[in-house]
């Protein structure tokens, strides 16, 4: 009884939040995280804004110039009449990603210190949003490369990347130490793991730990986390109970949830949320432009949304609000929208009603125009209107989930198995081998993943598939011919995966003989090693840059037993061959180990 009060008073406060001051809003002290993340009802992002900043340019620029950066990246200096737009559209939450190292401070120099004109800007900002009635969450986001800082191998740079990070939210912290807990504060965007040793030319000069270990980066991560909630709790005012949301490792869903990621302690009680990020697959969310974009609307890619995003529910379960931070099937930089767009944000939100979360989404005047104040694409429109937290208060939260339950399966059920006809069968039983592939430009892909996905292609491509049966020798490829560009850039990934293989013929080796690119043979630059991520699908990389090959040994095998001369990246970047991929041919013997 007391919680549904509770709401009730919040239903109530939400209906008058548009036109009242800051002041007159403030959410019942007793809220807990998980509820507040129903009341921040559908959220999107002010990218491409605050977070605009050109590292490699530093010296030119001036932190006394906020709007200077506001602009960069081709935005229009924000309003309050944008974030009333918003509002309208059907957005009760903006999350304002901010680039304070590299645009307000002298970190480069070793001064931390937060120029006051650009704290003003923010504080502007995230008025202008307050007085619209919307929640706001700040962070600071990717801000020039500054957070490979954490993974030098100086020690004493190490040691001013903490002391820059504590400084720089005891700063935040004070400044809006009087605003109450609409707003919210968020430790990080995706930097907490693999870029801890991102090089960047303004901060990082010295060599980096670039061989730092994942135990390490979990170590560190929660380390950070920890700084940060302490941090903001001993700036006191409404810093003492505010919401605080904790960046996922990554914020990837998967890596998020290893154990090895711990949520930290916190002296408020129920008052932690935690943000993850959702862009599956990337290559339809991605795809840098409409008709680059692979295929997306089959029943099992409601399925897999839905898989995916419970496992968040790790989270939900033991307190903690949900928030994904980014999410969106994003237009392409032709501005065109992505063929089903509206079914699969449709989808992400009957999944964050199922799940009890909350999403964020990434917006850079895609979706939402802000020179226009509002969603001019209709059925994008329609996806959002009505789908506020104000058309939702007063309701059990039961009633939301089932509703958003039955809905993702009632699409799901309405949906095509496959929306490939020739495409070879998938299931526990098949063993098919495949060209997983993502061009340099990641404008062309094809199923990539330990999961064969024949649908998750470019239009226009045509894979050569086969079914193993056994040992012998195969050939798998693709043809980029029909496509938009008529041709893959380069590539970013490519690896041959056997599905099922480690089951249906465990300890067998896939040893390549040759590789073709429009039709010719090329040269490897080394030997390639049999291995597998899921214990399930059997791998061989031709080009995968995030392996490290002395870790990669232990899992590896080959058909002869010699694992001199193995590598990750077999394929020539710089061969002349590889910047028009018009078509690609491998040829492999799959064998058991001798």
Known sequence: MKKMMIMLLCAALLAICGTAGAEETALPEELTAVEMT??????????????????????????????????????????????????????????????????????????????GAYMDRVEEIVRY????????????????????????????????????????????????????????????????????????ALYCQDSLAHLMGDN????????????????????GGCNETRFLLIAGYGTNIDQTFDNRFRMPKDSAEKKLMISVHY????????????????LWGKADDYRNMYATLSKMQKFTGAGYGVVIGEYGALPGSDGVMKENAPAYHKAFLDCCDALDMTGCLWDCSGFFIRREGKI??????????????????????????????????????????????????????????????????????????????????????????????????????????????GYASNTAFCAVGISNGEDKFPGYCLMITEVKVNGEAVKLKGRNYTCSDDGHCTRANLYNEWVDISSARSGARVLMGDL???????????????????????????????
């Not at 100086?154 to 707003?183: C, H, P, V």
């Not at 697959?281 to 692979?294: D, E, L, Q, R, V």
Request: charged content about 20%.
């Open 38 to 115: 129903r009341l921040m009802g559908n959220g999107i992002n002010l990218g491409n804004t605050m977070e605009a900043c050109d590292a490699s340019n530093r010296g030119g620029f001036t932190v006394d110039v906020p709007k200077h950066y506001e602009t960069m990246w081709g935005q229009p200096v924000t309003t309050p009449e944008m974030m009333q737009g918003m509002k309208a559209a059907g957005f009760d939450t903006i999350r304002i990603p901010v680039a304070w190292m590299t645009n307000a401070t002298h970190l480069n120099q070793g001064d931390y210190t937060i120029s």
């Open 129 to 200: 949003a307050l007085d619209a009635g919307m929640f706001v969450i700040l962070n600071d986001h990717w801000d020039g490369g500054w957070w490979g800082m954490f993974g030098s191998d100086s020690a004493e740079t190490r040691e001013l990347a903490m002391k820059a990070y504590t400084g720089m939210w005891q700063q935040i912290a004070d400044r809006f130490s009087d605003f109450d807990n609409r707003l919210i504060f968020e430790s990080a965007n995706e930097e907490l793991g693999a870029r801890f040793d991102e090089n960047s």
């Open 216 to 235: 390490d980066r979990y170590a560190l991560t929660n380390e950070i986390n920890q700084v940060f909630v302490d941090t903001v709790r001993a700036a």
């Open 279 to 294: 862009y599956d697959p990337w290559s339809y969310c991605g795809a840098t432009t409409a008709k680059g974009a692979t």
């Open 376 to 485: 001019t694409e209709p059925e994008m429109a329609a996806v959002y209107a009505g789908r506020n937290a104000a058309s939702e208060a007063g309701r059990d939260y039961a009633e939301i989930a089932a509703a958003g339950k039955a809905a993702l399966e009632a699409a799901a059920d309405a949906a095509p198995e496959t929306l490939r006809k020739d495409a070879l069968p998938v299931s526990a039983d098949s063993c098919v081998a495949w060209l997983m592939f993502s061009g340099g430009d990641w404008a062309s892909s094809y199923s990539v993943g330990d999961t064969y996905t024949p649908d998750s292609l470019t239009p226009g491509l045509v894979p050569t598939d086969v079914e193993i049966k056994g040992p012998g020798t195969y050939t798998v490829a693709l043809d980029f011919t029909g496509t938009e560009a």
């Open 564 to 594: 001199t001369g193995i590598s990750a990246t077999l394929l020539d970047r710089e061969a002349e061959a590889m910047q028009k991929i018009r078509t690609l041919e491998v040829t492999f013997r799959y064998d058991a180990k001798k």
